[in-house]
């Protein structure tokens, strides 16, 4: 069964410092994709980014890029020159493309001025 | 501790029919989040309970769609009748605390055919 593992429950950054927060996942699919959601207080779920299991690249957008790291079953989302509006919960999630759609538990992210 | 669990797990349904899928949150969890993925990377919010009182469905798509949570423990989440674009998959949320809360909990989902 696949399953998400986010270790860090809440985390702080300096406004305009780059923060990382983790992620592993398990899975025995050899086809699958791995998002990072945004979720501030109003509840609604805010894509941010998207690798593929076959992408030899790390998905990059914008201020995310997410460090996918294959053989350890890492996909990081590293936030750059952070905002104040970048406090949230964040979640990553793991689709093995069509059967199964897993979150982790999620870090709540805070911004300090 | 039990997790967040959703039923039916699967449901393929003829448009124009009724179905009702449930969300049992972690017991104590006051907030229930419901979220529809309709396809690729989108998930769309609907609505959010605090204990039995919907705190906000902005995200409701149009009076089809009928979520109740009784009691403040377990949710449904009635379509009817349904039409082709329902289609998807409905995940359910818990948390303690909206606000503060360090997790939350997603159910498995619940997918959604009309066929």
């Known amino acids: 069964a696949q399953k998400i593992t986010q270790t860090q429950p809440g985390m702080f950054v300096q406004e305009k410092e780059a923060v990382t927060l983790d992620c592993t996942y398990d899975?025995?699919?050899?086809?699958?994709?791995l998002f990072w959601y945004k979720q501030p207080s109003s509840g609604e779920m805010i894509f941010l980014i998207y690798?593929?299991?076959?992408?030899?690249q790390n998905a990059t957008e914008g201020r995310y890029s997410l460090n996918f790291q294959k053989a350890r079953k890492s996909a990081n989302l590293v936030i750059s020159a952070s905002q104040l509006g970048d406090s949230a919960m964040y979640f990553c999630?793991?689709?093995?493309?069509?059967?199964?759609?897993?979150f982790g538990p999620g870090t709540r992210l805070s911004v300090l001025p | 501790e039990a997790g967040v669990t959703q039923f039916p797990s699967h449901s393929v349904i003829e448009k124009g029919q009724t179905v009702t899928l449930r969300c049992d949150p972690i017991s104590g969890h006051d907030n229930l989040y419901w979220y529809r993925r309709v396809m690729g990377k989108e998930i769309k919010f609907l609505l959010h309970?605090?204990?039995?009182?919907?705190?906000?469905e902005s995200g409701m798509p149009n009076n089809r769609f009928l979520a109740e949570r009784t009691g403040g423990t377990y949710s449904t989440l009635k379509v009817q009748p349904a039409e082709l674009e329902d289609s998807g998959v409905y995940f359910c949320?818990?948390?303690?605390?909206?606000?503060?809360?360090?997790?939350?909990?997603f159910g498995q989902g619940t997918r959604l055919t009309v066929v």
């Open positions: 309970f605090v204990k039995e009182s919907k705190q906000d």
């Open positions: 690798q593929g299991s076959y992408d030899e």
């Open positions: 949320a818990s948390s303690q605390d909206a606000r503060s809360a360090t997790e939350a909990f």
């Open positions: 999630a793991m689709d093995n493309y069509g059967q199964n759609f897993v």
């Open positions: 899975t025995s699919d050899q086809s699958y994709g």
